[in-house]
């Protein structure tokens, strides 16, 4: 066993070594897994490279036919997955089933059916350059290194692992340290399908081996994380620069409007703030309420809250589970104290343990001085605060560094609208929560400094790829065209007379058709 690892960010007993993964709702510990070195990382990635080569040349349905013996793979071994999620995570078998695996199947099933259309090559029609035909390919980056967190052990890091796989590439994970049984589990799975060993690799290690996987020559990088991760894992890959994806942290307000149906606004907030113990970057993370409805509403999630069943996922059939590390529970712990020194009150829950568990806690009256409506919580807390109108809880979802996730809840589809036009979030979810991430036609990610670039659908496939533009002759052209060597007098007065045709105020070509 080696040493204690240095520096900051340990979450648990850490060795420089090996890591370890514990069953946070247990605390049992599950496996001892040795790190790999810099040189195996190096290693995984040329080999990946050159599976790369041979992937790429299939044609894109031939891939699709071969992934689709992944998903059902997958599927056949759903219960294995649900059992290791659920127990190296501590969350409900529910969730592990529906959020991770079935997520999962359902987008691989959708890139079967239609990475052939989206990676197609697009012919565009040259407005000017009549005489050539121009294309734009869709080609396979490299080998894409994906460096994934804890709270979604399964779906995050697989679900980029397919994309890549399906746009040609070949693709290493690095998975948290906390949360590397699942994609072992996942790896093991996917050899057993007769596809390429090397072409989806799993390195195990601490932040240092996904510095690692940066330095090892990949050509792309999809990373999910905290902010703070995202900004040095981003400056890594501008040294090299390697294009990348971020994937990060989430701050979601949701607007319970004065017409709300407030029944289904009660369950969505407890449900989308407590799944997962609250662990998820697009949770409820902060409540704005109308004051016509303000109190009903806090009232029916403070008893809908108290209702629900914490405890042991392994054991029972809970609703909430374990928060992942300590750590977590003391972040949990400092925002529920800051604001309750500035004045908020707990109507249900406020307290930590037994174990390593936060009861689901609402809290009311809550403001924006407090951490709890600012600060990302990661935990099951539910903060509300009451507002007079659309416009100061526009306002107020609005004063946020981050933009993952927004929710509106309004029996009005025109101010759901304008709602959803003038909130700054890469997703706006009307009358419902968290559904977004399974709708995996459409694009998924954040803006400022929730991260950028997008996975999921048409964009996240296309994300994997280079745009190359291959431009043909449409005709025949002569020796030279007229715009090329010798730059004569009279070549240049002939061009002139031809920007004027084109382009001048009300020229012959622009009255002709609008043309340019
Ligand atoms: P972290 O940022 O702590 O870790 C994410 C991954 O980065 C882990 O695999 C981690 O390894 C690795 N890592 C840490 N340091 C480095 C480094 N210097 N270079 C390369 N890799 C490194 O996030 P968490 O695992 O704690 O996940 C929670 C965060 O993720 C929350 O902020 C949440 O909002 C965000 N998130 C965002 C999502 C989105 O889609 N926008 C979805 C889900 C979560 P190790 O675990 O070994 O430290």
């Known amino acids: 066993m080696g040493q204690l690892a240095e520096g900051g960010g340990s979450r648990l007993e850490r060795t420089v070594d090996t890591v370890r993964s514990y069953a946070p709702a247990s605390g049992e510990l599950l496996a001892e897994l040795a790190v790999a070195s810099d040189e195996e990382v190096r290693r995984v990635v040329a080999r ?225 703030g407590f799944a997962n113990s609250g662990q998820v ?78 009861q689901p806690t609402v809290l009311a009256d809550c403001d924006a001085t407090m951490t709890v409506m600012r600060e990302e919580i990661f935990g099951p807390i539910v903060p509300f605060m009451k507002v007079r109108s659309d416009d100061e809880a526009l306002v107020l979802a609005n004063d946020s560094p981050l933009g993952l996730n927004a929710y509106v809840f309004t029996r009005s589809s025109s101010r759901a609208r304008h709602l959803a036009e003038r909130l700054e979030a890469g997703s706006v979810v009307v009358n419902d929560v968290l559904s977004n991430y399974a709708a995996v036609e459409a694009p998924f990610g954040g803006i400022k400094q929730s991260g950028f670039g997008r996975v999921h659908g048409v964009e996240g496939l296309r994300d994997m790829c280079h745009r190359k533009h291959v431009s043909f002759e449409r005709v025949r052209g002569p020796a030279r065209d007229p715009y090329w060597f010798p730059y004569t007098a009279r070549s240049f007065h002939w061009l002139q007379r031809g920007v004027r045709l084109v382009f001048g105020a009300g020229s012959l070509a622009r009255r002709i058709g609008e043309l340019f």
């Open 48 to 272: 990946a490279r050159k599976a790369q080569r041979a992937w790429a040349v299939l044609p894109v349905g031939e891939r699709m036919a071969r992934l689709a013996r992944l998903r059902d793979a997958l599927a056949e071994h759903a219960e294995d997955l649900v059992e290791v999620i659920s127990r190296e995570c501590g969350k409900p078998r529910h969730e592990a089933l529906v959020h991770e695996v079935t997520t999962l199947l359902d987008h691989l099933g959708w890139i079967c059916k239609h990475a052939p259309a989206a990676l197609a090559p697009e012919r565009l029609d040259l407005h000017l350059l009549k005489h050539r035909a121009s294309e734009v390919r869709h080609e396979p980056r490299g080998v894409v290194g994906v460096i994934s967190p804890w709270n979604f052990p399964l779906v995050i890091p697989m679900g980029s692992v397919v994309e890549a796989l399906a746009a040609g590439n070949a693709c290493v994970v690095k998975p948290s340290e906390v949360t590397p049984l699942v994609m072992l589990e996942a790896k093991k799975i996917y050899d057993s399908t007769g596809l390429p060993e090397d072409l989806f690799a799993v390195v195990v290690g601490h932040g240092p081996t996904g510095q690692a996987l940066i330095d090892a020559g990949i050509d792309f990088c999809v990373f999910t994380g905290a902010v703070e991760t995202g900004r040095r894992v981003a400056a890594a890959c501008g040294q090299r620069l390697v294009p990348c994806t971020m994937e990060l942290g989430g701050k979601a307000p949701l607007l319970a409007c004065e017409d709300c149906d407030l029944e289904r606004a009660a369950n969505a907030i407890v449900w989308g």
């Open 281 to 358: 970057c697009i949770s409820v993370e902060r409540v704005y309420a109308h004051e016509a409805v303000y109190q009903p509403l806090l009232d029916r999630v403070a008893t809908l809250a108290a209702g629900l069943r914490q405890g042991d996922p392994a054991r029972d059939f809970v609703d909430v589970g374990a928060i992942i590390f300590p750590k977590q529970i003391d972040i949990v712990r400092r925002h529920v104290d800051d604001a309750l020194r500035k004045g908020a009150r707990v109507v249900c829950g406020g307290k930590a343990g037994p174990g390593q568990f936060f």
